[in-house]
Nanobody, 120 residues
């Protein structure tokens, strides 16, 4: 079993910054992809950013140039640096990881979510 624990959410004014962290723990062989998604009430969960084990990144158009995803493979931790935040970034942010298990198959895990609120 793999656990993903997020931290770093909170309340910030528009134009401000926050840094989210996602720490993975448990028994697994490696983390293949880490990602961040967000969801607001009444809407589907949407992709924010992903990063592969090779460092390739992908961003939603709405956050390009403002958000930066990174990872520290030694710590099994992923990060999302969010700058120039806008009220429309308000959402619950979820960490996602595709993990290569000790049985050598892929499994997808989700964190519990962390609230980000941007005031205007």
């Amino acid at each position: 079993q793999v656990q993903l624990v997020e931290s770093g959410g909170g309340l910030v004014q528009a134009g401000g910054s926050l840094r989210l962290s996602c720490a993975a723990s448990g028994r697994f062989f490696s983390i293949k992809t880490m990602g961040w998604y967000r969801q607001v009430p009444g809407k589907q969960r949407e992709l924010v950013a992903t990063i592969t084990s090779g460092g390739e990144t992908n961003y939603a158009d709405s956050v390009k140039g403002r958000f930066t995803i990174s990872r520290d493979s030694n710590k099994n931790t992923g990060y999302l640096q969010m700058n120039s935040l806008k009220p429309e970034d308000t959402a619950v942010y979820y960490c996602n990881s595709v993990v290569l298990t000790i049985s050598f198959y892929d499994m997808t895990y989700w964190g519990q979510g962390t609230q980000v609120t941007v005031s205007s």
